[in-house]
């Protein structure tokens, strides 16, 4: 059993929270208890660049960590003192803001005389599936990893509490050459105009849509010399899609089309994610699957794997699809148990790592 406050700043969401742990045995699936989740979203801040702005994410994280640990704690009833470990993601994510998330972790140990666990922003999205109560998830399990900056296959042999620290080299078996999936949509999103981020916005655009209407590519397609890619490609979508949003548009038809376009650029990119996926399947043995990371809320991806995957596919709750400190307190907890803590003269001379 653990207590543990997570703080999550490596992109655009300023995160604190407090999660108890309780790993039974290294073969069990760990169980978590959310006690208060606190988060500032910057969404609105960098909607009118279309993107993240790295600069002016990390001056906001500067202004909103403090009432967000804060919020975090009082919420949760835990005092500093009751904490065991703080966790921080360290890496990876835009350099300036992850160094705010650290720097506040650093102080707060300190001050606090509590062990600090620096964690990897990617284990977090991985542990994220864990954050609801988990019986039927059973491994080996194929993890597929979609959010705005990754896109990656792993196939994981056993729960959590065994992972080394290289889980996410040594399990890794396919990811994106070039865009990730969550970028894909959001920078079609952005040429379809609508706001960042745009994946929610396709995927409401995409209701009652025909996925047929629009011939668009897909990358690494399982034929010729990338049959057996495990790989994805999200390469010559965009432009496909520049050019028959002008020539709907220069014909006045872009309105009428929107539906059936947004349909078709949405399943362009789950055919993509769907076909390496259960290629992963076949090659190893597997007994779930699990989606993670913010493009895990489409809603056709959950329709589409409910009918068509050949074994059991689990999600996080929807809360937890996207950034969150609590999946950071999660995986903490899990690192903390396996004695990976650091004590004040290894901590002061912990770094942040964009990569
Ligand atoms: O995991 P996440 O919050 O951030 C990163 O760590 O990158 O993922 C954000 C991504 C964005 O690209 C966003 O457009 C996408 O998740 N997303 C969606 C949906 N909701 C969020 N993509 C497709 N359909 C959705 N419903
Ligand atoms: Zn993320």
Aim: glycine share 8%; aromatic share 8%; net charge negative.
């Amino acid at each position: 059993m653990s207590l543990i406050l997570g703080i999550e700043s490596s992109c655009d969401e300023c995160s604190a929270s407090v999660v108890r742990s309780e790993i039974p045995n290294a073969d069990a699936n760990p169980r978590f208890e959310v006690l208060s989740l606190s988060t500032f979203s910057q969404i609105e801040l960098h909607q009118p660049f279309g993107g993240v702005v790295p600069e002016v994410a990390s001056r906001n994280h500067l202004e909103q960590i403090e009432p967000v640990i804060t919020d975090a704690l009082t919420e949760s009833g835990v005092s500093l003192a009751d904490l065991d470990a703080i966790a921080v993601t360290h890496r990876p994510g835009l350099i300036g803001a992850l160094l705010v998330g650290v720097t506040a972790a650093k102080a707060l140990a300190y001050s606090a005389k509590k062990p600090l666990v620096p964690v990897h922003h990617l284990e977090g999205h991985l542990l994220s599936v864990f954050l609801s109560k988990q019986t039927e998830l059973q491994f080996p399990a194929v993890f597929l990893l979609v959010s705005g900056g990754h896109t990656q296959l792993h196939w994981i042999e056993h729960p959590p509490a065994k992972w080394p620290e290289t889980i996410l080299e040594h399990s890794m078996f396919g990811r994106s050459i070039d865009d990730a999936a969550g970028e894909a949509f959001d920078k079609t999103a952005k040429i379809m105009g609508y706001p960042y981020p745009g994946g929610k916005w396709i995927d409401a655009g995409a209701q009652g849509g025909d996925s047929k209407a629009f011939a668009l590519p897909r990358g690494l397609q399982n034929i010729g010399k990338n049959k057996d890619s495990i790989d994805f490609s999200f390469s010559g979508l965009k432009t496909a899609v520049m050019l028959q949003v002008q020539q709907l548009q220069s014909a006045n038809q872009l309105e009428a089309a929107r539906a059936d376009l947004c349909a078709s650029i949405q399943e362009s990119i789950l055919d993509s994610l769907l076909t390496k996926t259960f290629l992963l399947v076949k090659q190893k043995p597997t007994r779930s699957i699990v989606i993670v990371g913010g493009v895990s809320a489409n809603s056709r991806l959950r329709d589409r794997m409910a009918k068509e995957s050949p074994v059991p596919v689990f999600y996080p709750e929807l809360k937890y699809c996207t950034d969150n400190a609590a999946m950071i307190a999660a995986i903490g907890a899990v690192r903390f148990e396996q004695g990976r803590s650091l004590g004040l003269q290894e901590y002061l001379k912990l770094n942040a790592f964009a990569f």
